[in-house]
């Protein structure tokens, strides 16, 4: 049992990008957070607003239907551009939305 519980924890997530972005966790009290991951779901950045994520900062948003198709890393300023993937996966109880490549910006 302990094997199997430590290989999901290690299952490489959005397969052939650099990170993954996680949907919307409500906080409270209008406030959201989204989660950006590296392969091994450690939260490495993220996003704390009450307002429009698209508009909020580091990330950016396709037309309808919405997902996030822009990442800018906080503490590099590299952008990466994301999409969708059916190999996306989840960290921890948190379904990843989109993968991000960075698109040499």
């Known amino acids: 049992m302990l094997a199997t519980a430590a290989s999901q924890v290690s299952a490489d997530i959005c397969p052939g990008f650099n990170y993954a972005i996680g949907n919307q966790i409500v ?6 957070r989204w989660n950006v991951y590296d392969h091994s779901c450690n939260a490495i950045d993220g996003l704390i607003t009450e307002e429009n994520p698209c508009d909020a900062g580091i990330f950016g948003c ?24 059916p190999n996306s996966g989840v960290c921890g109880s948190d379904v990843i939305s989109v ?7």
């Open 27 to 32: 906080i409270g009290d209008g406030i959201s």
């Open 99 to 105: 993968c991000c490549r960075n698109d040499g910006n």
């Open 62 to 85: 396709s037309p309808p239907p919405i997902i996030f198709d822009r990442y800018t890393n906080s503490f590099s300023g590299l952008i990466y551009a994301c999409r969708t993937d």
